[in-house]
């Protein structure tokens, strides 16, 4: 384990000092960068969230509803196409609409290429309030990511997406 005065340390390292400790026989380096991504996807989806609740949408909302922003006019995709965008199960997916529908920032249309289906388009209502949370959204990603210089940030960025890359 590398030497890490305690200014620098962080929750991983004194949970890798610990196995260090207990288990010296074990090389425990791969719990360093698997748990610092588990530990900042956990602090940065909270304060992802806080945007989220000031537009009354949970995470899953936004998502939902960027998906179909991001589709292009009319904004309008198959649920089985927002589903494979968004990974999750069709029977999700159908609890989702329904919640999203019942706040009418969604509509259902029937579909002119399969009478047995039907489209899922965002509101009127629904593509103003994405618009606006997204914008909030993407200042609140600036705001976290300050700290890093743009060189740091393009390393990261570059690295993140070959792991990415390797796991999918």
Known sequence: MPNINAEQSDAVDRILKQWQDERPDL???????????????????QRLEMVFETF???SW????????????????LSPTDLFSTLMVTSGTMTH?????????????????????????????????LIDEAVEKHVE???LILAALSADDLEQLDRRLASLLRTLE
């Open 27 to 45: 090389d425990c380096r791969p719990m360093g960068p698997i748990g610092r991504i588990k530990r900042c996807s956990a602090l940065l989806e």
């Open 56 to 58: 009354s949408l949970s």
């Open 61 to 76: 909302e936004f998502d939902m509803l960027a998906a179909l922003r991001r589709a292009g006019a009319p904004y309008c």
């Open 96 to 128: 989702r609409l329904k919640r999203l529908e019942s706040r009418e920032f969604i509509i259902r249309l029937p579909n002119a290429l399969d009478a047995r289906s039907m489209l899922v388009q965002l509101s009127n209502e629904g593509k103003k």
């Open 140 to 142: 609140n990603e600036r």
